[in-house]
């Protein structure tokens, strides 16, 4: 079988079993077995694969067909231009994720935190890892390639002597954080403990707190597309009556665990930044609380700053 026939072939298979932009996955899935970029299937239409290669192929179109993530048959996908194991056990780390990333790295580089330096960062709910071992990744890039300016400029949280904690309830996806932490070879820099929201961090402060908790309402979790609910966690997903259960007791003892001019990031659904809002400033009365869009123009992170 040729490259061209292989990709006609599972786009009709995939497009029979209402796999949506199924040209998209065809094409994921044939780079992964062959180890090409998506542009190398368009340039060489006329290449044979492999038995091994086909017969691949048709198994991988099948577990898509029943609508098994690509990324969950691949095992890894690519965030923050970082590659990150996944499997069944974590959420894949998503495009909207990446705003709060930017939004924190902004900050920082602006400087509009006032934060002493080293700075303590805990991600909670840390699933795959993604959050923190971009943060740590890009916290500790800066600091290398702008060592000069920043020991002149005082940017001091740029520091590679900030401290990193994570933790998540589920202890397979703390598995798949610290392999990938491994694969970062950042396993030493970051401290993983298993626990409900701050149970594992008692009398521990820290400058960031981020958070990307389960927000899907529960009476809505049966909406989400089937990709979604037949495969991802929903330990993950499921946030409890309106969504935002988890988020509050999370916020409750968040109040313990901030330091003074500390900042929450939390990732938030569509249109939750108002009822989001209002719990933030039950716990922080005094804070500075902001909601932050998509490109969408949705809700999508909330920022809390202690004073
Ligand atoms: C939406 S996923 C986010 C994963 C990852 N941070 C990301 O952005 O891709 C939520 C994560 O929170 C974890 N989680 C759910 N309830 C929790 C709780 N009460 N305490 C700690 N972690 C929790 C889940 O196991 C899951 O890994």
Redesign the pocket.
Known sequence: MKIKEAQTWAIKKLRESQIEQPEISASLLLAEILSVAKSYLMLNPDQLLTDNQEKKYRSWVLRRMKHEPVWYITKHVEFCDQDFVVNKN??I?RPE?EILIELILNQVKNKKLKIKSPMQIL??????G??ILTLAKQFGDYSSNDSEKSSTNNSSHLSSNNKYYA????DK?LQIAKKNADNFNYRTKILFKKG??FEPWENKKFDYVIA???YVPSDKMSELSLDILNFE?K???DGGKNGLE?YQTFLSQATDHLNKNGRIYCEIGDKQGPNMTKMAKQFFPKSQVEVIKDYGGFDRVISIQNS
Request: charge should be negative.
């Open positions: 974590v959420l780390p994720t991600d909670v709910g840390t699933g795959s993604a959050i933790s998540d309830i589920s996806a409900n929201l990307n908790l389960p966690p330990i993950a997903l988890i």
